[in-house]
T-cell receptor, first 113, second 118 residues
Framework: DAGITQSPRHKVTETGTPVTLRCHQT?????MYWYRQDPGHGLRLIHY???????DKGEVSDGYSVSRSKTEDFLLTLESATSSQTSVYFC????????????FGDGTRLSIL | AQTVTQSQPEMSVQEAETVTLSCTYD???????LFWYKQPPSRQMILVIR??????QNATENRFSVNFQKAAKSFSLKISDSQLGDAAMYFC???????????????FGTGTRLQVTL
């Protein structure tokens, strides 16, 4: 299994509080991604990174920010959480080679009350 | 933008039988990659099979195979000899080549929930 660790695995918090989710990899892969999974939508890309300090937006980036100060860590921050951000969040990694699949972490279930 | 459509929200198959899950996609690119991922109740996303668009031969992985029809933009997954452990959500996904500047992002379908009955 690809070495991807997401933390925390579960979190419950209140509307308006800041939340940071962490993704840590031991594979030294260049690309890292954050997705959210909601019923009826599959997985949708929030942000991605193509190198240290190199990030870009995905299709559902509003209300989220990311940072990547080291190859192995990719942080997702909700500056002021809203109930619409209740979801399961997945981190994924991939190598910079055509055809290589993305490997996923085990997900973080985030509930915002 | 690429889109991926899975038109079957739920499917059911009896143990030891064969089932086919449908996936269609829309793209203007000629070179790309397609994947099927399995998500059991444990929530893990597990790669099942992948297909390169430039390869005419359909990919196979043990009991899993695909029917890739490039002209029709169709990528169905066939599961043979279904087992109870195959019960899961299955997602079809599309990926552009790495040189297109899109960081090889995945576009997912909405998933098909597969039930396996005795």
């Amino acid at each position: 299994d690809a070495g991807i660790t997401q933390s925390p695995r579960h979190k419950v918090t209140e509307t308006g509080t800041p939340v940071t989710l962490r993704c840590h990899q031991t594979e030294n892969h260049r690309y890292m991604y954050w997705y959210r999974q909601d019923p009826g939508h599959g997985l949708r890309l929030i942000h991605y990174s193509y190198g240290v300090k190199d990030t870009d937006k995905g299709e559902v980036s509003d209300g989220y920010s990311v940072s990547r100060s080291k190859t192995e860590d990719f942080l997702l921050t909700l500056e002021s959480a809203t109930s619409s951000q209740t979801s399961v969040y997945f981190c994924a990694i991939s190598e910079y080679r055509d055809g290589q699949p993305q490997h996923f972490g085990d997900g973080t279930r985030l509930s915002i009350l | 933008a690429q889109t991926v459509t899975q038109s079957q929200p739920e499917m059911s198959v009896q143990e030891a039988e064969t089932v086919t899950l449908s996936c269609t996609y829309d793209t203007s690119e000629s070179d790309y990659y397609l994947f099927w991922y399995k998500q059991p109740p444990s929530r893990q996303m597990i790669l099942v099979i992948r297909q390169e668009a430039y390869k005419q031969q359909n990919a196979t992985e043990n009991r899993f195979s695909v029917n890739f029809q490039k002209a029709a933009k169709s990528f169905s997954l066939k599961i043979s000899d279904s087992q109870l452990g195959d019960a899961a959500m299955y997602f079809c996904a599309y990926r552009s080549p790495s040189n297109t500047g899109t960081a090889s992002k995945l576009t997912f379908g909405t998933g098909t929930r597969l039930q396996v009955t005795l």
